[in-house]
């Protein structure tokens, strides 16, 4: 499974429409308890669940593994993990695969500069407030030292997104052929 981690306005989702369309991987649909932003689809894009819906789920042990991101909670359920996916995870969650699944977890962590990513958000219509409360965050949770493990580190700045898509598609080959 690709494990696509990085902060706010890396590039990690887009990364991952680019594997989905042109490389044929699985979309790992996770869940959260966050509102849907705009064109966002339920079942889609994520399993939007109310708090209380959430809870539920987690006393069931329905989830792979749990975070806390930005005052929601985001979570992997067991019926969504897919060995050939593409699953879109924060630190604690990578970290959470690599404990659950080992070397079928391939931890990639996508990286650009903030200045980047502000324009991203800015781009995307969020707000100011929103902006900054993201930067801070991410700047205490997206340290290479709170990884158990990564396997591919991509800078998304000047390679194009298909570039970068390719390269993870080849590494991630070769690191299955291993096996």
Not at 24 to 29: D, L, P, S, T
Not at 36 to 65: C, M, S, W
Not at 101 to 106: L, R, V
Request: contains cysteine.
């Amino acid at each position: 499974m690709i494990v696509l981690v990085g902060a706010s306005a890396s590039g990690k989702t887009e990364l991952a429409k680019i594997l989905y369309r042109k490389f044929n991987y699985h979309k790992c649909v996770t869940t959260t308890t966050r509102l849907p932003r705009e064109g966002e689809v339920d079942g889609v894009d994520y399993h939007f669940l109310t708090l209380e819906q959430f809870k539920d789920l987690e006393l069931k042990n329905a989830f792979i593994e749990v975070s806390e991101y930005n005052n929601h909670y985001y979570g992997i359920q067991k019926k969504d993990v897919d060995i050939h996916g593409v699953v879109i995870v924060e630190p604690n969650g990578a970290n959470s695969l690599v404990d659950k699944i080992g070397s079928e977890a391939y931890v990639i962590y996508v990286e650009a500069s903030e200045k980047t990513r502000i324009a991203r958000m800015l781009q995307r219509k969020d707000s100011i407030s929103k902006v900054h409360d993201r930067i801070e965050f991410d700047r205490n949770v997206f340290i290479l030292n709170n990884f158990k493990r990564v396997d591919l580190k991509l800078s998304n700045e000047s390679e194009t997104l298909d570039d970068l898509a390719r390269l993870i598609d080849s590494k991630y080959k070769e690191y299955t052929h291993k096996f």
